[in-house]
């Protein structure tokens, strides 16, 4: 070999084993921030669900509250709706028994009305 290809061989070894050392402490560097961030996003996801257990707990007691009230004023409608409609009920048979027999005959059949007993619609 020559000494200019020895010498170009040479710089171009130590230019490698250069790069190589420069690699090697990025790639070292680079997997330490990796695990130092890892550790910080399984601490972060661990706070997060620490954090929302409670929060999470809570609002489900409140979803229960509200269901619990929502059934209760269904409950109170429905009720009201039967009610409503017995006294409506009432009223039109009283009303239509008052038209066919006159003011004393709808009297007494509405005194009879409240003796009976079960729901009786208007037609």
């Keep these: 070999m020559t000494p200019v290809l020895e010498c170009v061989f040479a710089i ?7 790069i190589f050392v420069v ?13 130092l961030t890892a550790a ?3 601490e972060l996801t661990d706070l997060a669900t620490n954090e929302l ?18 059934n209760a004023t269904n409950k109170q409608i429905d009720l009201v709706k039967k009610i409503l409609t017995t006294i409506l009920g009432a ?10 027999k006159g003011f004393f005959g709808g009297l007494i059949s509405g ?13």
């Design 111 to 123: 005194f009879n009305l409240f003796k009976k007993k079960g729901d009786k619609k208007c037609l």
């Design 53 to 70: 257990k409670p929060a999470l707990k809570s609002l489900n007691n409140v979803l229960a509250t509200i269901n619990n009230v929502s």
């Design 23 to 35: 690699l090697t402490i990025f790639l070292v560097k680079f997997i330490q921030e990796i695990t």
């Design 40 to 42: 910080s996003i399984k």
């Design 91 to 100: 009223s039109c048979v009283a009303l239509g028994s008052a038209k066919d």
């Design 12 to 18: 171009f070894l130590i230019v490698m084993i250069i």
